[in-house]
């Protein structure tokens, strides 16, 4: 995160691509579990260099994003909407800072 939305992880602990640490969910999250989501949802993640890809996002509620982004995806959908794969993949290493690459057929939600 460059910047986290809650005023007490707006430290440097919190910052620079320190997502798991940032949201209790997304640390607690096995690497087990973030295979089987990957796999379930036909994601390959390479790192090409630097750190491992961040785990992905399985909820918007796992984001940094203001909580009108959550609002509104629940108003485009449903109350039980979660971010599409590639969402879910890409959104987490842009926070931390990667460039990414990203490829997923017309309407997988590459825009948000």
């Not at 997502?19 to 993640?45: C, F, K, M, N, Q």
């Not at 969402?87 to 825009?111: E, F, I």
């Amino acid at each position: 995160y460059y910047e986290h939305p809650a005023p007490s992880l707006q430290c440097e602990e919190f910052c620079w691509g320190n997502l798991e640490a940032a949201h209790p969910v997304l640390g607690a999250r096995t690497v087990d579990e973030v295979e089987a989501y990957r796999l379930e949802h036909g994601i390959s993640v390479e790192a090409v260099r630097g750190r491992a890809p961040p785990k992905p996002f399985q909820a918007f509620s796992e984001t940094s994003f203001p909580a009108f982004v959550e609002e509104v995806a629940h108003e485009l959908f449903t109350t039980d909407a979660v971010p599409f794969p590639v969402q879910a993949q890409v959104w987490p290493c842009a926070l931390a800072g990667a460039d990414v690459v990203a490829v997923a057929p017309t309407g997988s939600g590459k825009t948000l």
